[in-house]
């Protein structure tokens, strides 16, 4: 009695202590619930929508689910108002403008010269450099700190390769005033379209903020968007898409300076028809170097990154090895890009639950491992996809306007497809769903069809046609 008295107490200072604190989110229905039972006064939830939650919370009640993120994963994505939570949650992307993805491989001599060029103690130097800012956690002087760094050497690497087509910002944020630092190479030939990398620059501790070396989690990501981009500056690529190389503020918090930028994007219209995620690559913790994230990702851009793989890294001077995971929830910033209509793929250091358990602790330092080796392996990957996601489509891949000769509606629960104006022929046509998800395949023996699609849950879907010869044409629809 005296036990539940002390506690109804506590619970009430509690209460009190926290009501100013409170702030909107969006999680996983289920989390939003299991907290709603532990801890009712302290979150509410607002809307719910398929498997996810919109809600108000006190700043104690994100902790608690933090701080459970070791044992089985829950997380949650910051919001500014109630109705950016209710409506991220229920949203649907503007720009459901036909994406063309021809991902087929081509580019053997370049990648060949590249993967040679990746440096493993360039890659540790970075880390050791990031680590040494203590924390660099997002509202401290330290995070915009790094930024403010980061800008000046991605300037200087550009430079010492005289790079003209490159250049660098920052892109400043509501949420957070730590900037997030963009790197551009404009794109020779098409540079309306986009190829975007990026990792995490920001750290956190579960022991206050001061220490928060943050090495894996994520200098380690950084570092390797960064060597991947230098290596392809020394062997003097030029891409014909636009590369952008990410390093975002904020995202401990809730992917608040990712959720910006690719909101932003998603309102210009942005035509990003691949983003890479990469968020910890130091330690090797699975039997399998990569463990691709297949939640909040989109099946084309991991298959295509596993078909990279298969080509680049199936054995000889630079193997890799790969299976798959999930995070369970919106974990890193690929979901800001997923929620928004953008094809993400996610590859991580481990499979979830045997990465670092170091991670948001002063124990996340890059002497924990001891060598990049690792993350040397997520530069190479990182290499090969700038590489061939940004040369153009090549004379047998299916050009932009064989893209608009393809006809896909939705209506009344049927998928109707007419592709009878393109010269390509077709084997395969697959759904999508905003998760990456397949969710249903058929074989195309006509030019013209309709798919009983009666199945399928509301939302937005990639439709992705395959032609004979491997090349594929993507376009979005929405499932009413
Ligand atoms: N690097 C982690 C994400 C992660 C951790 C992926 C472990 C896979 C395994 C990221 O920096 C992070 O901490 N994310 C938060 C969620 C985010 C929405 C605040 C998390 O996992 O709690
Ligand atoms: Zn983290």
Not at 36 to 41: V, W
Not at 152 to 170: C, F, I, N, P
Not at 195 to 208: A, E, K, M, R, Y
């Amino acid at each position: 009695m005296k036990f539940i008295t002390t506690l109804m107490l506590f619970t009430v200072v509690m209460v009190q202590a926290q009501t100013e604190n409170r702030f909107y989110a969006t999680m996983a229905l289920q989390d939003a619930k299991e907290l709603q039972q532990d801890i009712p006064n302290e979150i509410e939830i607002l809307k719910e929508f398929r498997n996810e939650a919109a809600v108000y919370m006190t700043n104690h009640a994100s902790h608690l689910l933090h701080d459970r993120v070791l044992v089985h994963g829950p997380g949650y994505i910051r919001k500014t108002s109630a109705s950016d939570a209710i409506s991220s949650i229920s949203y649907i992307p503007t720009n459901t403008s036909s994406r063309l993805v021809a991902f087929n491989i081509t580019e053997d001599v370049i990648v060949n010269e590249t993967l040679p060029l990746i440096n493993t103690q360039n890659i540790e130097d970075h880390i050791l450099e990031l680590e040494a800012y203590g924390n660099r956690y997002h509202a401290n002087p330290e995070g915009s700190q790094s930024a403010n760094d980061l800008k000046t050497k991605w300037e200087a690497m550009a430079a010492s390769y005289g790079r003209t087509d490159v250049s660098v910002r920052l892109f400043n944020h509501t949420g957070t005033n730590m900037p997030s630092v963009i790197m551009t190479i404009e794109g020779a030939e098409i540079p309306e379209e986009f190829v975007v990398v990026g990792g995490h620059l920001d750290s956190t501790s579960n022991q206050g903020n001061n220490n928060a070396p943050g090495a894996d989690d994520d200098a380690s990501g950084i570092a390797t968007i960064t060597e991947a981009t230098r290596a392809l500056f020394e062997v003097g690529f030029v891409p014909k898409r636009t590369i952008e190389v990410m390093a975002y503020a904020a995202e401990e918090i809730g992917l608040v300076g990712s959720a910006e930028i690719a909101a932003q994007y998603d309102n210009n219209n942005v035509n990003v028809i691949a983003v890479g995620q990469f968020d910890m690559t130091l330690y090797n913790g699975s039997a399998n170097d990569v463990g691709f994230i297949t939640d909040f990702t989109s099946g084309e851009i991991t298959a295509f990154m596993m078909s990279l793989i298969d080509h680049y890294n199936n054995g000889g001077a630079h193997p890799i090895t790969y299976g798959v995971s999930q995070c369970n929830y919106g974990c890193s910033d690929h979901a800001s890009w997923t929620s928004r209509g953008y094809l993400s793929a996610f590859p991580f250091e481990a499979n979830f639950g045997q990465h670092n358990g170091q991670i948001h602790s002063p124990n996340d330092t890059f002497s924990l491992t001891g060598t990049a080796e690792h993350s040397a392996k997520f530069a190479k990957l990182c290499a090969e996809f700038l590489i061939e996601a940004s040369k153009s489509e090549g004379s047998l891949g299916v050009s932009t306007i064989e893209a608009n000769n393809i006809q896909v509606q939705v209506n009344n629960g049927a998928l109707s497809y007419d592709l009878s104006a393109s010269a390509s022929s077709f084997k395969t046509l697959s759904v999508y769903d905003i998760q990456g998800k397949l969710a249903m395949q058929t074989n195309i023996t006509n030019t013209k069809g309709v798919v009983n699609i009666q199945k399928m849950q509301t939302g937005v879907y990639v439709v992705t046609f395959e032609t004979t010869n491997g090349q594929s044409v993507s376009k979005k629809v929405v499932v009413q």
